[in-house]
């Protein structure tokens, strides 16, 4: 307050008001070309940032989304290709039972072709060799004997010859 009374700084009312009124038309002047386009320019950044963001979560979402239903799928391909292969094993082992079954059948009917053609030689054999034995017991009996049979003759030595030669008895 010292000044004001030396002279050195002289304030008038007017002064004051004049002052007071600058610096009001100062603020508002500031307010309307400065902090109203500084407010509106941070209000749009803050919104665009805003949807940015907005934007970046749904993106991520999205993505987790599609991450989870790959995951899904790649879970689901390899129980896929788990069961082709189990059902790919139990072809392979159905059709080696059958092969095998085939074998076996066709095996076992050979065996008895083999069998039923073993016992058909065996019957010609025999009956070729009783045949040729009866021929025999028939040149033996007429050398014995030296004379020549009749034919009932002839039956009834063979009969008995074949009859007694080993152990074996021929069927007729």
Known sequence: MNLIKEGLVALGGWQILLTMLNTLVLYLGLKRFLFEPVKNFMDERTKSIEDQISQAQEKEELADKKLSDYEERIKNAKEEGREIVRLARQNAEKQHDEIVEHAKAEA??????????????????????????GDIALMVAEKVIQKNLTTQDQSQLIDEFINSVGDTKWEN
């Open 108 to 133: 076992e009917q050979i065996f008895k072709k083999k069998q039923e053609q073993l016992k058909r030689e065996k019957q010609q054999a025999v009956h070729s060799i009783k045949n040729e034995i």
